[in-house]
């Protein structure tokens, strides 16, 4: 596993524009103080979102990828991507895949943090098919097609994309966390990106009430004293 002083670029691959929050903000906040370049690709717009049935889906896409630029800015995040996939109906294709190994040969990650491609049956929701369909697609992307030269070898001809090898994943969501990380320093700032997505917490009443019991939760797991917080990933070495 690397330390953070090894990492110079990490690029965080989601479904839809909150999915970081949610999951790991609090844990970018710490990447970004430590500086390191953060970059995020979001497969969909979260066209699919909201609450509000007067918004047009193609409004909707607009807000909340405004939404995800303003959340972003909360933890030191500056380089926002959208691949623009439907929100809702992403499967883990072989177009998606060209396209993330696209972005990990632009950006060069040592770390590539994307969901888990599991099913956790002991928290569903997390498990979105979108999830699941990003997590395979970023892991195939990271393995074998962004390293293997020969893989979509027109990223390399026509865009001039050289092979490139991640070191390591960390997923988001999965059944079987083994890495925590104390974010009770960035916890306001993981709050506050949160509330950037106003069309979909807007109406979340207890919002960081509820954050703190899960964060808690991860941090009690981890065996971190009273009153820390944590965000868990599973760490797969890569390289
Ligand atoms: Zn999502």
């Known amino acids: 596993m690397l330390s953070d002083s090894e990492v110079r670029r990490i690029l965080v691959i989601t479904a839809h524009p909150d999915d970081v929050d949610f999951a790991s903000a609090g844990t970018v906040a710490t990447w970004a103080d430590a500086g ?6 979001v497969v969909t ?9 007067t918004v047009g889906r193609a409004e909707m896409a607009s807000i909340r990828r405004g939404e995800q630029i303003a959340a ?18 992403v499967e883990a294709t072989l177009t998606l ?23 956790n049956y ?6 979105h098919p979108d999830h699941r369909a990003v997590g395979s697609a970023a892991l195939d992307a990271v ?3 962004a390293r293997n030269p020969f893989a979509f070898p027109e990223l390399l001809d026509d865009e001039g994309l050289a ?22 320093e960035t916890f306001k700032r993981k ?3 949160l509330r950037a997505h106003e069309s979909q917490t807007g109406q979340m009443d207890g919002l960081e009430g509820r954050l703190r019991e899960w964060l808690s939760r991860a941090a009690a797991a981890a065996g971190l004293p009273e009153g820390h917080l944590a965000e868990a990933f599973q760490v797969l070495e890569t390289g």
């Open 36 to 41: 390191i370049n953060v970059t995020y690709c």
């Open 45 to 53: 717009d979260g066209d699919a979102g909201g609450y509000d049935e």
């Open 72 to 89: 972003a800015e909360q933890v030191g995040v500056h380089d926002v991507r959208f691949l623009g996939y439907p929100d809702g109906r």
């Open 97 to 119: 895949r060209k396209d993330l190994a696209r972005v990990i040969r632009q950006i060069r990650p040592q770390r590539v943090a994307c969901p888990s491609p599991e099913r």
């Open 122 to 127: 002991a928290r569903p929701g997390v498990s």
């Open 143 to 145: 393995y074998p097609d």
């Open 163 to 184: 092979a490139w090898t991640v070191s390591e994943v960390w997923l988001m969501g999965g059944p079987a966390p083994n890495r925590h990380v104390d974010v009770t």
């Open 191 to 193: 709050i506050a990106a």
